[in-house]
């Protein structure tokens, strides 16, 4: 295990260029319903009386690494939940009577999803199928009448006629995120996974296929409430910055007023960690932002986004999950690059400026290592555009604004080589989560020196010789290398040691073969990538 300290510095705010934002602090309160599952990886919608609709994910823990045991169709969520966490009441259906299709994408984990209104949309997703006899990512779109549903579950009644299903192979995708906004459905990032999961590779023991959408996929769900269909579609395709699953995208109010998400953090980059940068997604457009880092936030996890109107500042908050970065028992940030569960509550805060920083919520943290694979379910108060709370609208006092759900619950912090099924499980402390705007937490910054940032590469297209403009923060050893997509380096400059400050490299690519390559730049920390085109 690789540890690197850093340093932090104690804030009891945030100072913007313009207006300070707004502070506040985050409790959170256990508890548990009676009967309410343990599971995690789920799909999640409310009713209008606000009572939960959970669908899918798993009700084990963390999944094996042997393939016989992995994934196993046995601890497939196979039933819907209706929870009234205000009542603190649940009811329970077997899906089982379901058409084969349904019933088996039902049961799957890591599918992608939104609510529209009361109509839930869930696509892709991965498990077991009986049909195929294996594993698969499934290619369908199922809507789920969340209101039918839930009185049909509370009352004992047939629940069949509450669901329907397309097949697309467009939305076989399973690990990445469904967002809508601006009237458009957005797929981004996920992966199409077939057969059973192996560490080892796709060709050891049974196989499998592994493919990384590496895409944003835009379209419009036609929907007349009997029939429906996919339309309007459009993608694109970024192997380098697109390329991550089992990450977070969080709606977000950008600087300049317009709404999209950013997707956060994310497995796997070409050197098999997880990405530190971010990227910013407004329908096909994205934007790439390596000039910050997260450090504390890399798995799919519960999490919130607040806006600040006042003061045009975004904060997300995440709850747990598994982070590369976190804090030992002396307070010191290291580098666990097992990718360890944690305890920390983080946020990120997007200034009016569009700077970026991160913070560790030092007076508050999950009280055991849970949080991946959780959800935050809003109270649907103080609202903007479904998703975002509004901070500006809370009252002073301690307010409930929403739940943290399931997830998973380990009992130690690294336990993926010796997982033998006992060392997790399937969460059913449910957490309620309020603000406080009367409490400004002291929060631990968390510095931002481990980048190597890239200014500029061009030409690019290059055919002879490309040059790439770049800062390095801080002394100490750097290396630029050129790979293939496979992630093979094909050119390497070789390791030197240099100071901080402003570079610029000339790089003969004269006998690289036409194609598409990635350019990795390295400062003994960290790596950032760029696409490169030889023609």
């Given at each position: 295990?690789?540890?690197?300290?850093?340093?932090?510095?104690?804030?009891?705010?945030?100072?913007?260029?313009?207006?300070?934002?707004?502070?506040?602090?985050?409790?959170?309160?256990p508890f548990t319903i009676t009967n309410a599952p343990g599971v995690h990886s789920f799909s999640w919608g409310k009713t209008s009386d606000n009572y939960w609709v959970i669908l899918g994910g798993r009700v084990d823990g963390l999944h094996q690494r042997q393939p016989f045991a992995a994934f196993l169709e046995q601890d497939n969520n196979k039933k819907v939940y209706v929870i009234d966490p205000v009542g603190e009441q649940s009811w329970e259906a077997d899906l089982s009577g379901l058409s084969a299709g349904i019933f088996e994408q039902l049961q799957?984990?890591?599918?992608?999803?939104?609510?529209?209104?009361?109509?839930?949309?869930?696509?892709?997703?991965?498990?077991?199928?009986?049909?195929n006899a294996?594993?698969?990512?499934?290619?369908?779109?199922?809507?789920?009448?969340?209101?039918?549903?839930?009185?049909?579950?509370?009352?004992?009644?047939?629940?069949?006629?509450?669901?329907?299903?397309?097949?697309?192979?467009?939305?076989?995708?399973?690990?990445?995120?469904?967002?809508?906004?601006?009237?458009?459905?957005?797929?981004v990032g996920g992966q199409l996974f077939d057969g059973a999961y192996n560490p080892m590779g796709p060709d050891h023991g049974p196989g499998f296929v592994q493919e990384y959408t590496s895409a944003i996929k835009e379209f419009d769900i036609d929907d007349?409430?009997?029939?429906?269909?996919?339309?309007?579609?459009?993608?694109?395709?970024?192997?380098?910055?697109?390329?991550?699953?089992?990450?977070?995208?969080?709606?977000?109010?950008?600087?300049?007023?317009?709404?999209?998400?950013?997707?956060?953090s994310?497995?796997?980059?070409?050197?098999?960690?997880?990405?530190?940068?971010?990227?910013?997604?407004?329908?096909?457009?994205?934007?790439?932002?390596?000039?910050?880092?997260?450090?504390?936030?890399?798995?799919?996890?519960?999490?919130?986004?607040?806006?600040?109107s006042s003061a045009q500042a975004m904060h997300t908050i995440f709850f747990g999950g598994m982070s590369q970065f976190h804090y030992d028992t002396t307070g010191t940030l290291v580098e666990d690059t097992e990718v360890p569960f944690v305890k920390t509550i983080?946020?990120?805060?997007?200034?009016?400026?569009?700077?970026?920083?991160?913070?560790?919520?030092?007076?508050?943290?999950?009280?055991?290592?849970?949080?991946?694979?959780?959800?935050?379910?809003?109270?649907?108060?103080?609202?903007?555009?479904?998703?975002?709370?509004?901070?500006?609208?809370?009252?002073?006092?301690?307010?409930?604004?929403?739940?943290?759900?399931?997830?998973?619950?380990?009992t130690a912090e690294n336990i993926f080589f010796i997982n033998d099924g006992s060392q997790s499980s399937a969460s059913t402390t449910i957490f309620k989560v309020y603000v406080n705007k009367a409490i400004a937490g002291n929060e631990e910054f968390v510095t931002q020196n481990l980048d190597v940032y890239s200014n500029n590469i061009y030409p690019n297209p290059a055919k002879k010789e490309v040059t790439i403009e770049y800062v390095i923060p801080k002394n100490g050893?750097?290396?630029?290398?050129?790979?293939?997509?496979?992630?093979?380096?094909?050119?390497?400059?070789?390791?030197?040691?240099?100071?901080?400050?402003?570079?610029?490299?000339?790089?003969d690519v004269s006998e690289l073969s036409k194609g598409n390559y990635i350019v990795r730049l390295y400062n003994g920390s960290s790596y950032v990538y760029y696409k490169l085109i030889k023609k």
């Open positions: 295990m690789k540890k690197l300290a850093l340093t932090f510095t104690l804030l009891a705010g945030i100072t913007a260029s313009a207006q300070s934002p707004e502070a506040f602090a985050i409790e959170i309160e799957s984990t890591n599918q992608n999803f939104y609510q529209i209104d009361t109509t839930l949309y869930i696509t892709g997703g991965y498990g077991y199928s009986t049909t294996d594993h698969i990512t499934y290619s369908n779109l199922t809507a789920v009448d969340l209101n039918g549903l839930a009185d049909s579950v509370m009352q004992g009644g047939d629940i069949t006629t509450f669901f329907r299903q397309i097949t697309d192979s467009r939305v076989k995708v399973t690990g990445g995120y469904l967002g809508y906004a601006n009237s458009k459905f957005y797929l007349d409430g009997v029939n429906m269909s996919i339309i309007n579609y459009d993608e694109v395709v970024d192997t380098i910055n697109l390329h991550r699953r089992d990450y977070n995208m969080v709606k977000q109010i950008f600087p300049n007023g317009s709404i999209g998400y950013t997707a956060f994310g497995v796997f980059d070409y050197n098999d960690m997880p990405y530190l940068n971010t990227v910013d997604v407004e329908g096909t457009t994205y934007t790439v932002n390596n000039t910050f880092s997260q450090y504390l936030s890399q798995y799919h996890s519960a999490k919130v986004p607040f806006y600040d983080s946020k990120v805060t997007r200034l009016s400026d569009g700077s970026m920083s991160e913070y560790a919520l030092g007076y508050v943290q999950m009280p055991a290592l849970l949080g991946s694979g959780a959800e935050f379910i809003p109270t649907g108060d103080y609202l903007i555009d479904n998703d975002i709370i509004d901070i500006n609208a809370i009252p002073q006092a301690k307010t409930l604004i929403g739940y943290v759900y399931g997830g998973i619950e380990s050893t750097s290396n630029i290398s050129i790979m293939d997509t496979s992630g093979k380096v094909v050119l390497n400059l070789g390791d030197e040691n240099l100071e901080a400050g402003n570079y610029s490299t000339m790089i």
